[in-house]
């Protein structure tokens, strides 16, 4: 799978995901009321309405772009039908010829890992048939719990050919609580020894010359983007923290390895709000996927100047 | 909701979590044929027999126990119809008078973090209306992201009246390949200082003598429950490991306090499994609720003789 999202980054010279995570705040009134009128204020009514902006933003971008990104947290919170939402965001991404990264964030041991695994990149058995969940092409994974979490899912990778981002280093401010803690006699962060069992865990699903098994490192930690780098040279790097979270194109060169290849970078409310930004301010709230457009644009030229 | 916890085990006299982690391999045939005839062996007869299975077991076993502990990855397999049957499974135990402990080890930062607090423990906002989403009493959380990740799930502990555990040290083989690293100058294991934390962030939602924050450990490593119980005094530990993973009742004096409260202990396959079990197999596998009841009946019993 890995190799795929390679093609569709070369193609498109844009290493760079849209996240789509929407908040009801993100979405125009003109939307929102369009639902809530029809069905209430709903659970329901905000799952339509989400899925209405999703798929105004997708058709306005989907051809610069190779990847996009749900974050599913942003459906769990509508139950059921925010989950039905999220369904059909990726179906409808897939249609558009997307690669789809499921930010879950999952980690669990054992059966229960091969449970969430089954659920986001592969297929759940009832009976003699075999059925698909939520069929992301990757997904996010935590290693808390360590390998007994992670084998689960690099299993469904060989078998279905997906991928999975482990957190390695994350974009938010008290990430060092315990990911920088300095570990064993020789005092190295907590993140790096992460990053070497990403290495050893990536050996176990390669696809050309990048692993299956990605990472997920901030944009917003540069300094440390380097060192992880070299740790870790064949597997792909989710960078997140771009934007909103702060980071600019300048501080991505380290994230990159030396032919340009080796990241990803997300961004989420920049794009999908940028209709409410000043930057963008020329639009019209019945125009935010057009914003949306340029923001994305803005994004890719300014992240091409920077890895140059 | 911690006082509300501490009530029903006191009541109950069984500190004591069912842990509704249903495969099909667990359901018998005999429910599984009904759904499949009527609906096809798809994700929707899937989310079917679950919830008949649960229902029975439920059933059966409810007066015996203050809480259960539904696996949400389990019903996250069948995509939507699986996390229907885990809403419903929610609603069912709480007419039963049951507290409902969410595994869903959810974790991410700030906006995302509140999301799935939102989803789990509190409530949605859509319009001028406040939805709930699956709307479980507690719901256990991953510490990798640290204070950002964690802070969101308490501010909804308090607006809620809800609870959380966070993971410090899991009952998996390979816990120890980061919970386990020496940190810091004085070289302690991960896991107590994540233990640390829990103190911190628990003082931010007391209920009585006891944090809103409980901690999970795993019962696979009484060793370290003794210290980790004295890091933690005014945390509930919620007790994973027990049974098919290879704990007894005798490894858990440890993870409780000196007044014999302090731990719930969760049991998943041993009890909904039970049927399948030599110990009970003078059960039909029609009569499969039974020899659930009678598997947390002999739980209960090991446990409270251990705990003396």
């Known amino acids: 799978m890995i190799q795929k999202l390679i093609s569709r980054i070369d193609e498109t010279k844009a290493p760079v995901v849209v996240g789509l995570d929407p908040t009801l705040a993100f979405i125009p009134e003109h939307i929102k009321r369009k639902y809530f009128d029809r069905l209430g204020e709903t659970a329901e009514a905000a799952g339509e309405a989400i899925m209405s902006f999703n798929r105004a933003i997708i ?39 997307l690669i789809v990264i499921g930010d879950a964030k999952r980690g669990d041991i054992g059966s229960t890992s091969a449970a ?14 075999s059925i698909r969940a939520f069929g992301e092409d990757f997904v996010t994974v935590n290693p808390y719990l360590g390998t007994d979490g992670i084998k689960p899912f690099i299993d469904v990778c060989n078998s279905d050919d997906k ?46 010359d990048y692993s299956n098994v990605g990472a997920v490192v901030g944009a917003t930690y540069p300094e440390m983007a380097g060192d992880i780098r070299k740790l870790i ?67 890719i030229a300014d992240i091409r100047s920077a890895i140059g």
Chains 1, 2 share one sequence.
């Open 163 to 208: 991928g999975i981002f482990v957190l390695v280093k994350t974009s938010n401010p008290s990430s060092g609580e315990f990911q920088d803690q300095p570990v064993g006699k020789e005092g190295r962060p907590l993140y790096e020894l992460v990053a070497d069992k990403v290495a050893q865990w990536g050996a176990l699903s390669m696809d050309g």
């Open 59 to 97: 058709d306005a971008v989907y051809d610069l772009i190779p990847a996009v990104k749900p974050q599913i947290a942003m459906y769990e919170a509508f139950g059921v039908p925010g989950l039905i939402a999220y369904e059909q965001t990726i179906d409808y991404c897939h249609d558009k010829g």
């Open 233 to 299: 040279p064949n597997a792909m790097i989710l960078v997140p923290g771009y934007g909103a979270q702060g980071a600019s194109g300048s501080d991505l060169k380290g994230f990159f390895n030396s032919d340009g290849r080796g990241a990803i970078v997300n961004s989420s409310r920049g794009i999908i709000a940028a209709w409410q930004n000043e930057r963008y301010s020329s639009y019209e709230p019945e125009d935010f996927a057009r914003a949306s457009r340029e923001a994305v644009s803005d994004m």
């Open 116 to 129: 969430y695994a089954n659920a986001h990149i592969g297929h759940t058995t009832v009976g003699n048939k």
